[in-house]
């Protein structure tokens, strides 16, 4: 007997998100008797360029895609707007469907999951990604001295505590998250009904025995690379949370113990503005390599680093936050330069012997870093990978939920 399931997200499964942190677990479950109706909102660029591979994918998986564009302005707004066509949509959908279970990415869609759930008594999964609202302040997308914003915090933190309350089941992204929820007043009891199922990555993509060589020595030739280059890596784009400049400056640093250092960006970010920024930094910009890849090719890109780096701001909402990036880094045994006060990071880092973990930003911290990695450990870091962060383990632990929330053996 298959389970009929609604999955809702307000990020696109064309995005890189969608394709690595939505997909493989919904394929992943389709196999163990859930079947999937999926609404997402596209992106007209991303759509046009990917939407039949992942039209393909989702058809091949038995996953329904229910693509929605995107409206981006006016702010506020558009969000109100597609909100509404996302409630729309549900309905129709749960009338042709009767689903037992509504999964909601994070709060916008939760918006909708609660409504259902009141009024159709469908299992409400609230997937909580991150404190949202917070992170709209913290990143600086909402100024709340502006009433407006202002009222909008309040009303999503009211919200908030709603989803929390009523949600038959939470998904945290951290067991740091979990902890934060857990010490609010009248939530003590709530533990329970939390999972911890960290941004996952697929091991048999980012395994460093399955590399091809020769699209290794490919990417190699193009950045102008040699074997003995010291490479010091990063992956992913930039956007709000991470500390660019940060990470340019401690690779200053680096450069007057490694002269001949290189800093590899595999990212969708523009060249000419990361050189730029790397001159502010007196950073020669022979000295920055850029390259973008397709999600196929990240793992290959990836095994060129001799160690890895990623700064994110550590803000209060942080504490719910799972960098997609750290699961695939480790799972390549690549050590990590990186910064605690970001949801489990640090202790992930400490427990497996991956790398360094910064308390700060200074030189003093910088100094702390033995870029030999004396103390890195190859192989618990992968096996830190394949415990915490495995594609696997993960829809393992979704499989867990589903099946206590429809009272099924799992």
Aim: with cysteine; aromatic share 14%.
């Amino acid at each position: 007997m298959s389970h009929n399931v609604l999955y809702l997200s307000y990020d696109g499964m064309t995005d890189p998100l969608g394709q690595s942190q939505v997909l493989p677990y919904l394929f992943g479950l389709t196999t163990k008797g859930f079947s999937f109706q999926l609404i997402s909102f596209e992106k007209k660029d991303q759509f046009l360029q990917h939407g039949d591979h992942i039209q393909k994918l989702c058809s091949e998986n038995n996953v329904h895609w229910h693509p929605l564009t995107y409206t981006k302005s006016p702010p506020l707004l558009s969000t109100i707007y597609d909100v509404n066509r996302m409630k729309l949509l549900a309905h129709k959908l749960h009338r042709e469907n009767n689903f037992e279970i509504i999964h909601c990415r994070s709060y916008l869609s939760s918006l909708v999951g609660l409504e259902m759930k009141n009024r159709y008594q469908i299992k409400f999964l609230f997937d909580m990604r991150g404190f949202w609202a917070d992170e709209r302040i913290d990143g600086k997308i909402w100024n709340i001295k502006n009433p407006i914003y202002k009222r909008v915090y309040n009303f999503f933190k009211r919200k908030e505590k709603i989803f929390f309350q009523q949600a038959d089941h939470i998904i945290s992204l951290t067991f740091a998250g979990k902890e934060e929820i857990c010490s609010w007043k009248g939530f003590s009891g709530i533990a329970d009904k939390i999972e911890v199922i960290p941004c996952c990555a697929d091991l048999s993509k980012f395994n460093p025995q399955k590399i091809n060589e020769e699209q290794r020595h490919k990417f190699a030739n193009r950045l102008s690379l040699s074997k003995n280059d010291f490479i010091l890596g990063y992956v992913g784009s930039i956007g709000t949370w991470y500390m660019l400049e940060e990470m340019l400056q401690y690779f200053n640093f680096l450069l007057k113990e490694k002269p001949s250092a290189i800093f590899l960006f595999v990212t969708g970010e523009s060249p000419v503005y990361l050189k730029k920024k790397a001159l502010e930094f007196g950073i020669d910009s022979d000295k920055i390599r850029v390259i973008s890849a397709r999600h196929q090719d990240v793992a290959a890109c990836i095994s060129l680093f001799t160690a890895s780096i990623f700064f994110i701001r550590p803000t209060y909402s942080k504490k719910a936050s799972s960098p997609t990036k750290q699961g695939e880094l480790m799972a390549m045994g690549i050590p990590l330069i990186c910064n605690d006060g970001v949801g489990d990071t640090a202790k992930v880092v400490q427990d497996y012997q991956a790398g360094y973990a910064l308390k700060g930003f200074s030189t003093k911290d910088f100094e702390t870093i033995n870029i030999e990695f004396p103390n890195f450990n190859n192989i618990r870091c992968r096996q830190g990978a394949q415990e915490f962060y495995s594609l696997s383990e993960g829809i393992s632990r979704y499989h867990k939920v589903y099946a206590k929330l429809l009272s099924i053996g799992n």
